[in-house]
């Protein structure tokens, strides 16, 4: 997959669209520029994901996709950048309600139903979501092969809760009029740990963006992703809507 986003395009986007309502002692639905905010509180608050390809540590130094954009945004405008790592993708979004983040500088997907509710910054890219499943042909289980949507009858599909993989899981269930069963983990594993599952023979099938399955093909031979399950769709960072 081929990423479409520049770095600065993320930054502008972020100076745009970072506002909220703060309320005064005596002054009620007040706005306020956040990002004038965040510069005299000196330091930027990010919501943010623990996995090796958003944020991680390797001996003892931060990385990750995320991480540098947001280090490099924070730099950029002279900021001390906090990092609040959430496990489950609901939190992240509850937090950033709550103000207790100023953006979540983790890839979610555009969905109808996101967007109603918060501001996306610019697109950072394009991903479709694939089905992570073993190869027939390497697999001792003997587990059907899914290549196309409509096999999914019957099966049992594990997802990261709170991700839109369910929203277009349940949107392939109605159009395709099939029923299986959408299990969401509650008990904090990421998608990694779940692909990481399908490849240990734990589970049999779960979903992935494609640039995030593309990471494990090489490590775990016996997966394949080629069986796409949506079309192209955008990715980005989330800030909160102006309700002012």
Request: proline content about 0%.
């Amino acid at each position: 997959m081929k990423k479409i986003y520049t770095a600065y395009f993320v930054w502008i986007a972020l100076l745009l669209l970072i506002v909220a309502c703060s309320r005064g002692e005596q002054e009620q639905n007040i706005c306020k520029d956040d990002l004038s905010v965040i510069k005299k509180r000196g330091k930027l608050v990010a919501i943010t994901g623990y996995n090796s390809y958003s944020y991680f540590v390797y001996q003892g130094r931060l990385m990750g996709y995320e991480y540098e954009l947001i280090k490099k945004f924070a730099d950029e405008n002279k900021l001390l950048l906090e990092l609040k790592v959430v496990k489950n993708v609901d939190e992240m979004f509850n937090m950033l309600n709550r103000g207790e983040g100023d953006v979540i500088a983790f890839s979610m997907t555009m969905i109808k139903e996101r967007e109603k509710l918060f501001s996306f910054t610019d697109t950072h890219f394009l991903t479709t979501q694939v089905l992570v499943q073993r190869k027939a042909y390497n697999d001792s289980t003997k587990l059907l092969y899914i290549d196309n949507v409509k096999k999914l009858e019957g099966k049992n599909i594990f997802v990261r809760k709170g991700t839109a993989y369910i929203r277009q899981l349940i949107n392939i269930q109605q159009k395709e009029k099939i029923k299986f069963n959408i299990i969401e983990d509650s008990t904090g594993k990421t998608t990694e740990d779940l692909i990481r599952q399908v490849a240990d023979k734990k589970i049999d099938y779960t979903v992935a963006d494609e640039n995030i399955a593309d990471l494990f093909i090489n490590k775990y031979s016996n997966l394949s992703v080629k069986t796409k399950i949506s079309q192209p769709q955008k990715v980005a960072w989330v800030v909160r809507k102006s309700i002012c």
